[in-house]
């Protein structure tokens, strides 16, 4: 069985993350990590976070609420029947 250190460090190697950022992240629940296997999509999770922090300079708990904000709009946008649709205008504006 894998210690959970070792997966830890596992996960940060992966993400590109350090290893305190990502026990911290776990700790908040930003992440649920389960199991000795390395997630495909725990390890996109985490490379977004690592995408904000580098190419918005965020700190990580400002990464932290823009990434709960991107998934509420994800939940929402999940909501509707199929992709927006687009209004039909016959005549152009005057």
Not at 38 to 57: H, K, M, S, T
């Amino acid at each position: 069985m894998v210690s959970d250190d070792a997966l830890l460090r596992r996960l940060a190697r992966s993400s590109g993350l350090r290893a305190g950022e990502v026990r911290r992240l776990v700790q908040l629940q930003v992440v649920v990590v389960g199991g000795e296997i390395l997630q495909p999509a725990l390890v996109r999770r985490l490379r977004r976070i690592r995408r904000l922090r580098r190419d918005l300079g965020l700190s990580l708990d400002a990464a932290i609420i823009v990434l709960r904000l991107l998934d509420r709009i994800d939940e929402l946008e999940g909501t509707h029947a199929g992709p927006p649709r687009a209004r039909v205008v016959d005549d152009p504006p005057k």
